[in-house]
């Protein structure tokens, strides 16, 4: 299998709403993005998919060696084989790559997060950066399309935290923020046995407010100049923002379920930003 092959059908095989963006993007511009995304995959797999902490942070210091070894032109594994030769033509760098490995193994050293300062940090690492290197891939031209990257990951991240709240209770992980739990007096123990309460509804609808908020600000800070460029990221918005909706409107029932929207919904909304160009 060649590396190109490998993430391929790495990225394939996630069913994440990414791989829909991608397929509108021209060769070189979905080879490079997917062979990231298929980075961003590996590293985030050790943590979900390892269970002893100590394997899992040895196989995060492992990648770290593979980036700066990849990075001097040594690969080894087919993920770094793939992406490197995309590196210095979009402008990618190791630091950011080293970025999105420091957000994972945070996943192994915090369980929670006092304020949301405090998961602002995580989030920058495992969402603002990769929006930051996908605006590059996608052909970024304006200095200022950063921020909307930056700050629509951001809301695709707390997109996730929302989705996700009952699967990382599972794990024995809260993503939502302590002081926030305490604010709509949401015990953590009910959160962990995935209990369902009026008082976890509006904690809830909270946290997605804050995400719709997110998603106006990026919308409002991408360059008209590089809005073209950025329809993948459009994408994707529309997609996430479809889904945070659709939990909305089922009144957040994320505790004993994971929401998801059917792939063919999700060609659907990555095919109307393409043909029509908006939200």
Not at 43 to 51: A, G, K, P, W
Not at 64 to 88: D, F, I, W, Y
Not at 189 to 202: D, H, P
Request: aromatic share 10%; with cysteine.
């Amino acid at each position: 299998m060649t590396p190109e092959q490998y993430v391929q059908d790495k990225a394939a095989a996630s069913g994440s709403s990414f791989y829909y963006a991608f397929l509108f993007l021209p060769p070189p511009r979905r080879a490079a993005i997917t062979a990231f995304y298929a980075f961003c995959r590996e590293v985030d797999d050790v943590v979900d998919e390892v269970s002893d902490p100590g394997i899992a942070d040895t196989k995060l210091a492992w990648w770290q060696a593979e980036v700066a070894k990849s990075c001097a032109g040594n690969p080894t594994h087919p993920v770094m084989r793939a992406l490197v030769p995309h590196m210095a033509p979009f402008g990618l760098r190791q630091d950011q790559l080293q970025a999105v490995i420091e957000g994972c193994r945070m996943d192994l050293q915090q369980t929670r997060y006092l304020d949301f300062p405090g998961l602002k940090r995580y989030c920058h690492l495992v969402a603002g950066v990769v929006g930051e290197v996908s605006a590059r891939i996608f052909g970024q031209t304006q200095e200022a399309t950063t921020a909307y990257a930056h700050t629509l990951g951001l809301a695709f991240q707390l997109t996730n935290i929302i989705r996700d709240v009952g699967e990382d209770a599972r794990r024995g992980r809260i993503y939502l923020p302590v002081n926030e739990l305490q604010q709509f007096e949401v015990k953590a123990n009910e959160v962990l046995q995935r209990q369902y309460s009026e008082r976890f509804t509006a904690l809830m609808r909270f946290q997605a407010q804050r995400a719709h908020a997110l998603y106006d600000e990026a919308l409002a800070l991408l360059p008209a100049e590089d809005r073209r460029a950025q329809k993948p990221g459009l994408m994707m918005a529309s997609i996430y923002r479809t889904l945070l909706r659709e939990i909305e409107s089922d009144g957040f029932q994320v505790l004993h379920q994971r929401v998801s929207l059917t792939p063919l919904r999700k060609f659907w909304l990555a095919w109307k930003i393409q043909a029509l160009g908006r939200l």
